[in-house]
């Protein structure tokens, strides 16, 4: 469309320009041309073209729409076929590391615990993420489901080692600090809240049968009920595993944790116990895939 489109050609008597074949047309000074009269006057003659151009125009527009859509639901395999030579693949050094890598979320579950994980950096993030979430839990905080945990998550010969040690950490002394009883169950009429959300992973080390990842995550953790000495609050810590390949899966053959990063406090006002109750309750968590 060129610029002169859009400006009134009407004639004087229909409140249009002065029919002055010097006046302004857009700033330009352009002069009128009077065309032969088969061509019906110059408003007329140009709306095919223009009409033409936004033709092209939304029928490109459809196109590149439809690329996209078909280039987001491309499967697996393809899209590693369809990269261009030397060009990094989502996840690698280099990428942006808050960008989704386009690997498929694994499908398989070991009771409530995502597994099936891919045998790539991709995978070995994805695990450390998810097995965070089941270490940060509330059913930590009793002994059977502790036990189950500890044997999905970690290896065998590291499940059998940390069994006893865990047992003395969730003492009853520890859970009545919490205001649970020495079973891990919370007082009547009020909920223990423990969740772990992670922010984000980081592949420290990796050689295909090991990796070293680590998860910044905010948690979740108190007691919601009226008489709770021990309110919901928020941690901000870094929980870094050692992965190993096993049996088909990737096994915590060792962890540790610290502290932060943690941003500034926002400042949104605390909401009341029975609304931190009631979004536990109606929100549930995800299965996270790097």
Avoid: C
């Amino acid at each position: 469309m060129s610029p002169g489109d859009e400006h009134d050609y009407r004639g004087k008597d229909q409140g249009g320009r002065p029919d002055d074949p010097y006046s302004t047309l857009g700033g330009t000074r352009q002069t009128r041309t009077r065309l032969p009269d088969g061509d019906a006057g110059l408003p007329h003659a140009r709306r095919p073209v223009r009409n033409s151009r936004s033709l092209v125009t939304i029928t490109g527009v459809v196109v590149l729409l439809i690329a996209a859509i078909a280039f987001a639901n491309r499967g697996g395999g393809g899209d590693e076929d369809a990269a261009a030579p030397g060009a990094e693949k989502p996840g690698t050094t280099g990428s942006a590391p808050t960008a989704a890598t386009g690997t498929k979320p694994v499908q398989g579950t070991n009771g409530t615990i995502a597994s099936g994980f891919a045998r790539d950096e991709q995978g070995a993030q994805s695990a450390a993420a998810n097995y965070a979430v089941a270490l940060g839990s509330a059913e930590m905080f009793t002994t059977e489901s502790r036990h189950e945990i500890l044997a999905m998550v970690y290896s065998q010969a590291a499940a059998n080692k940390l069994r006893a040690p865990q047992d003395l950490a969730y003492s009853a002394e520890f859970l009545a600090r919490l205001g649970l009883d020495s079973n891990g169950k919370a007082p009547q009429g009020s909920t223990f809240i423990s969740r772990t959300v992670p922010v984000g992973t980081k592949v420290l080390a990796f050689d295909g049968d090991t990796a070293k990842v680590a998860v910044w995550y905010t948690g979740l953790i108190g007691m919601s009920g009226q008489d709770s000495t021990k309110p919901v609050s928020t941690t901000w810590k870094t929980w870094t595993a050692q992965l190993s390949w096993l049996d088909g899966d990737w096994k915590v053959t060792g962890a540790s944790e610290a502290d932060g990063p943690a941003p500034v406090p926002g400042d949104v006002a605390a909401s009341k116990s029975d609304a931190i109750s009631k979004a536990v309750e109606e929100y549930g968590g995800f299965t996270y895939a790097r």
